[in-house]
């Protein structure tokens, strides 16, 4: 491929540092998009005969053809899947091979290939995380009635309806699948035609190729094109803070699956047993949600540490962009499915929730109701503090004390201060859009399906 000027062949050791078929053998279909359309912008440019460019096309195919039946045979010099691929082309239709790389470089190349592959990578993730979603809608819909103790600092903090919870991670999620539809737009650039680094001499029509491969754009500097990655960094960052996100359902579910809470129990098909003890059923699912999330953080960091300080143009350290790429694209395709298998099979144990409700959870609501009589709040606050700092000395719960305590502490508080302690009234007290009301949550749900629809 490159070897007129070479005396000698390239050292073993070498040639398997310097091979990357190993792994972007995974481009062959974007390559062999690219490499058809590009075989057409050369017959449009007069560089083939329209006989040459069929017999290209056909052979290209056949070699895709070796690649989806598992078939083609990979031979030692076949450096990456580039040289893979144009070897065999030559192997299958004779020398016109050799005019397939006119005007075009390895580096416009492999930029247009991954930018196909990342494409493609972000409609999968999409469709996997609304997947997902429809999981958490579907948890959410058919436990509407479920209260549960809301925390923060995991420390019981207000009384919630289970599904305005499982919903919280909706929104993250429907967060995710935005920024990789921004950044699809943004990766819609094609790069071919910008040859090594210094644009095509041969009359190549861009915008031709453009429109053919699906980009919305072509680039506007040669070479800013060779060395983009930033649609790749994009990708990972996306898929990183998915796995944040999805790691922190890993861990309330882990919690929450746990005998001291018992909030939930978790399908035997996505638990796993003890070798040891035989009593135990894990829940590696969801620990392994938050432990792949780890790998995602480190496919984006691998990334912008590559990036961070090359010199212009193409360099070969580029070729390490594919590696953290393709991990990440694997770890979603494992764990999303699961994660939505997972939430799917959930059993939900409403009553375990309930009992680990407390009186103190509704002292916002005690505040509310001396608001709601003209007590300014930060009085409201430190009054009700009383009360629960009196419960304590009495070694009572809140709700234990007398209409008659309330009194003593604020003479706004009436006989019916008693109706406050209602988890069910304190959780419909808040039906404000977003809120955790019954019926702020089915608005919140309507919503959701109309997003994903
Ligand atoms: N395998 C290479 C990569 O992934 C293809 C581009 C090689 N370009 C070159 N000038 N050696 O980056």
Avoid: C
Wanted: charged share 25%.
């Amino acid at each position: 491929m490159w070897g007129g000027r070479f005396s000698k062949s390239i050292d073993d050791a070498f040639a398997r540092l310097n091979a990357s078929f190993g792994f972007d053998w995974r481009l062959y279909d974007a390559d062999i998009r690219g490499s058809i359309a590009y075989a057409n912008a050369l017959a449009r440019a007069n560089i083939l005969t329209d006989a040459e460019r069929d017999t290209l096309i056909d052979g290209l195919a056949r070699v895709k053809q070796e690649f989806a039946t598992q078939t083609f045979a990979a031979k030692p010099g076949d450096e990456d899947i580039h040289t893979a691929i144009e070897r065999r082309l030559g192997e299958l239709v004779g020398t016109v091979a050799g005019k397939l790389h006119t005007g075009r470089s390895r580096n416009d190349q492999v930029a247009t290939d991954t930018r196909l592959f990342v494409h493609d990578a972000i409609r999968n993730t999409q469709h996997a995380i609304r997947d997902l979603q429809r999981a958490l809608i579907e948890k959410s819909e058919s436990h509407l009635d479920v209260l549960m103790p809301g925390y923060t600092h995991l420390q019981r903090a207000q009384p919630i309806l289970f599904s305005h919870w499982l919903m919280s991670y909706f929104w993250m999620l429907e967060r995710d699948r935005a920024r990789l539809a921004d950044g699809a737009a943004r990766a819609s650039v094609l790069p071919l035609g910008a040859g090594a680094l210094a644009g095509n001499a041969l009359g190549i029509d861009r915008e031709f190729l453009a429109r053919a491969l699906g980009f919305a754009r072509v680039s506007e500097n040669s070479i800013d094109a060779v060395s983009d990655r930033d649609f790749i960094a994009e990708f990972l960052f996306d898929a990183a803070l998915l796995g944040a996100h999805l790691s922190r359902l890993g861990e309330d579910l882990v919690l929450y699956s746990s005998a001291e809470f018992e909030f939930v129990t978790m399908d035997d098909a996505y638990a796993t047993g003890s070798s040891l003890m035989p009593q135990k059923k894990n829940p590696d699912a969801m620990e392994l949600a938050r432990g792949k999330s780890a790998r995602l953080i480190g496919d984006l960091t691998t990334l912008l540490a590559l990036l961070k300080g090359l010199p212009s143009s193409y360099d070969k350290d580029l070729q390490e962009d594919k590696e953290p790429l393709f991990d990440a694209v694997d770890t979603l395709d494992a764990l999303l499915p699961v994660v939505a298998g997972v939430v799917r099979t959930l059993r939900v144990n409403a009553d375990a929730m309930r009992a680990a409700l407390d009186a103190s959870m509704l002292a916002t609501d005690l505040a509310d109701y001396l608001v709601r009589r003209g007590v300014p709040f930060r009085d409201a606050h430190r009054q009700v503090g009383e009360a629960v700092r009196l419960a304590e000395q009495r070694g009572v719960a809140l709700s234990d004390l007398s209409a008659e305590d309330f009194k003593n502490i604020a003479p706004e508080f009436g006989a019916d201060v008693k109706d406050v302690f209602d988890f069910a009234r304190s959780v419909a007290a808040r039906e404000v859009i977003g809120g955790t009301g019954p019926n702020a949550v089915r608005q919140q749900i309507a919503r959701a399906k109309q997003r994903i629809a």
